[in-house]
């Protein structure tokens, strides 16, 4: 099998943007990573564009503007996963040898308010049952029944995501907050307070795969792509993403993370321990602690022991979300994996200026969500 | 009537209809008629118990997309001895007055009014001591 590097990345800042169409935010991104990778018009032979509620014919829409089109260009829904499974898709043609040059891409504009999900039957609507980030709280409550996690470790992971989101150019919110401050927000639903959920909103990113070397005139560090898995759920946990009305009293079903994680170890030939640094799902500040777990950064309940000893902060051993996270980004469903991948492959690159993790070599993003769809897309250099 | 058809058996015993696969014999809620589990194509019809206990809840405090009725309401999962664990409204809104485990039994709750029809979901009570 071919390998696949990454030629160049580029993003539209995450936030919200009046007059500003998902045209428009795509049109930024695309340039950026096609320009960063020195690839030009007739350079890919095929486009995936992420998007949830892009609508009809987004990609299209995005390199037609650019006057760009011809080749294949598949739009991709798998929820907060769409960019890792546009990623997946990418890769697999590259390898495969079927293209050589792939340009990968998520645009989004998401709607204000508590998102408003095609997922939920009208049934469900009417009997209040699609309110999304109560799902996140009854999860957030067994994760603090069952291992030692706290309020004030749910306090910790946003006071960290927003420091590092402090110092990223890209982020929404760029201004640091005290735990006090995080724990006095209201109670959108016990226990998870407004601030520590995260803010839907807009944005576009970018990444350009390749199977040949890129440039050898470009200064960059060359980045491999050595894993890009999407998963969907197994049947059974009533809390899973999936979000099913009913499930089994059994707490042993992998979660579609796992199931994602594992098989890109695999693919990668790596274990969690070679990581070096990890982007990973926080739409919650709970569902940062779980992704610990279920990405196998510890043990089962060990994701508060990371949070005392400071390990996931930038300058411990295992920085996780040094762009700030969704928690400082905000979440734009299609554009919020790649917006990982671009931070990491920066990371990976030395290039990261104030958020830098030193000598950062193998690095992994992750996102879960509705469907169940999760991406673990694992990056060297 | 009720929110849904084959939601629940309405009158004054009510009870949830869920699926029970005669190939797996796991049981599932809503019923549908192939099995989530195993993919058998013969799922009975099982009312489930009435009762069961909270193993988790939380409150929701504004009313999200496509809902018309009150806030704050009660919102979690009750395990019933059929061996399911099922999302629900839960009739007390206050997360602190609920604990862990604790008896819960299944009460219709109205939603709207159509047509001169209550319209009616479910959800569950704490049991009365």
Known sequence: MKQVLVAGVGIHAFGRFEGVTTTDLGVVAVRNALEESGTGRGGFQAAFCATAYGGVASGHKVLGRLGMTGMPIVDVEAGCASGGAALALAKSAIESGQIETALVFGVEKMPRGIIRSSFFEPWQEASGLASTPSYFALRAQRLMHISGVTKSHLAAVVVKNRRHGSLNPDAMFRSEVDAASVLASRVVCEPLHLWMLCSPNEGAAAVVLTAADPSPSRALPRVRLDAAVLRSHLPGAVLSESTPMSGLTNDDVPPPTTLAATAAYEAAGIGPESLDVVECQDTDAARELLSYEELGLCGPGGSAALIDEGATVLGGRLPVNPSGGLLSKGEPLGASALGQVVELVRQLQGRAAQRQVPDARVALSHTVGRGANASVVILSS | ?129
Request: one cysteine or more.
């Open chain 2, 1 to 129: 009537m009720a929110v849904r058809d084959g939601l629940f058996v309405i009158g004054e015993h009510p009870a949830l209809i869920g699926g029970r696969c005669r190939k797996c014999g796991q049981v599932c809620f809503p019923r549908q008629d192939i099995c989530p589990y195993c993919s058998g194509e013969a799922v009975d019809r099982i009312e489930l118990s009435r009762s069961g206990a909270l193993w988790a809840w939380t409150a929701v405090t504004a009313a999200p997309p496509g809902y018309g009725g009150t806030v704050p309401y009660g919102f979690g999962v009750v395990e019933l001895p059929e061996g399911v664990r099922v999302i629900t409204r839960l009739t007390e809104a206050d997360p602190a007055k609920l604990e862990r485990g604790q008896a819960m039994d299944l009460v219709l709750e109205e939603l709207s009014e159509q047509d001169g029809k209550r319209v009616l979901t479910y959800a569950f009570a704490p049991s009365p001591r």
